[in-house]
């Protein structure tokens, strides 16, 4: 199995993209947060104003514009109005005219009133908005109050009532917007420690936790990469020791039963009957021979190495003429590869052969291994009838299965290509060590 090869780096990596992250999320809510704060204390100041000091001051002569009860609303109540972050203050009617302002200029002028103003006139509560420094009442104000340069500012909105006939007003503070963003700056600093602090924290707690688990996780790759490389070579000591005994025993027997069995046919005083039964059972013993060494070579070739392995294919494919199938090999560029690998080709070439000659019904078969240096080739091309690959898999396919599993492991690629009618592929790419 292919494993990191620090995985040391990777986790700190890791964690150390994982901490920007979190800074990065985190700051950007506390930012957000902050603001939203900032303004909200504005907005809590602009209803406290309205409705507990200007809002009892408001009587029918200021409704009215009566000049003496402007006067006397200016001189007890503007004093308590522009406190704190509080640049001006207005009061509107229902119909847009200012019925008060600190900007003396601007009483009695009548603007249009926005759709925010509109809505808090009708539903109640408290509204904001970026004021427009260029807006007609803003252009009047600097002229009234003799400032030059236009501030941004915000605007902040209540309804009020009328204290003698109820008639639905509007108060409005204008807050300077560096003074909400200095507000904001100090509420930030507060969620500060949050910000970086629970991060840290996290990662601390979190850290010997992740690091336990990847230990774990090396530990247990690596066993089972041993586990497979022990059934492996298991496997293939198995495999030499079935073909060596195959060859030492049954297939030296008969191949010296055929040669008596022979070599008795040719006996002068034989009959003609009991000569021609000796020649059929000669032919069905080398048949048998034929067999048993097509048998041995699958289970294991005697030379599977990279100048073997164009025989070994060879004989993998030999069945094919039987079956009246016309295979081919084709083996180039493989002088590189080791051993391991070409017996990782050869497996997956055999696996793909066998179910091509079962399976296929196919009338040609092509087996290409190229190598160019660095990684090789496998290609099994068959033009059966082909199979539907989403098609749930039968038992039979099991060996394709544990080859995909081999084949991942060793680092390389399987896929298997086919459809109905259409043939099958076996593709496989590897390193060539």
């Not at 924290?201 to 089972?224: I, Q």
């Not at 003429?321 to 016309?326: K, L, R, W």
């Not at 560029?333 to 990782?344: F, K, N």
């Amino acid at each position: 199995m292919r494993l990191l090869r620090n995985p040391v780096a990777q986790f700190v990596g890791v964690g150390l993209l994982t901490i920007v992250a979190v800074l990065l999320l985190t700051s950007r809510l506390a930012a957000s947060a902050a603001e939203e704060e900032a303004l909200a204390e504005a907005q809590r100041l602009n209803a406290v104003l309205a409705r507990s000091v200007a809002g009892p001051g408001v009587g029918r002569g200021l409704v009215d514009g009566d000049a003496g009860a402007i006067d006397r609303f200016d001189r007890r109540i503007k004093a308590r109005l522009l406190v704190g972050d509080v640049d001006r203050v207005t009061i509107w009617d229902a119909d847009g005219r200012i019925l008060y302002s600190n900007a003396f200029r601007l009483i009695g002028v009548r603007f249009p009133l926005d759709d925010g103003h509109q809505r808090v006139l009708a539903e109640g509560g408290t509204g904001h908005q970026l004021s427009d420094p260029d807006a007609p009442e803003n252009r009047a104000a600097r002229a009234a109050t003799e400032t030059g340069e236009p501030v941004q500012q915000v605007r902040i909105f209540t309804r009020i009532t009328a204290d003698t006939d109820g008639e639905r007003l509007l108060f409005e503070g204008y807050y300077t917007f560096s003074d909400i963003e200095t507000r904001r700056e100090h509420i930030y600093q507060s969620f500060r420690w949050i910000t970086v602090g629970g991060p840290l924290l996290l990662l601390l707690l979190v850290t010997p936790m992740l690091w336990g688990l990847t230990r774990r996780l090396t530990v247990s790759a690596h066993e089972r990469a041993r586990l497979l490389r022990s059934a492996l070579d298991a496997s293939d000591a198995e495999r030499r020791r079935i073909a060596r005994d195959l060859h030492d025993g049954v297939v030296q027997d008969l191949a010296g039963t055929a040669y008596s069995v022979s070599a008795l046919a040719r006996e002068s005083q034989l009959t003609h009957r009991q000569r021609s039964r000796l020649t059929s059972v000669a032919g069905a013993l080398r048949a048998s021979l034929t067999s048993l060494r097509s048998l041995q070579a699958e289970i294991h070739p005697p030379d599977l190495n990279v100048s073997g392995l164009p025989a070994a294919l060879e004989d993998l494919i030999a069945p094919a003429e039987s079956a009246g199938v016309q295979a081919s090999v084709s083996v180039v560029g493989v002088d590189e590869a080791s051993d391991a690998r070409v017996a990782l080709v050869w497996r997956v070439a055999q696996e793909a052969v066998r179910n091509a000659l079962r399976h296929a019904q196919a009338s040609t078969l092509a087996v290409t291994v190229r190598g160019d240096g660095r990684r090789l080739r496998l290609e099994v091309v068959d033009d059966g009838v082909g199979f539907d690959p989403t098609a749930p898999r039968d038992s039979e396919s099991f060996g394709l299965r544990g080859l995909e599993s081999l084949v991942k492991d060793s680092g390389g690629t399987l896929a298997v290509r086919s459809a109905e009618g259409d043939g099958t592929t076996v593709r496989m790419e590897v390193s060539v060590t």
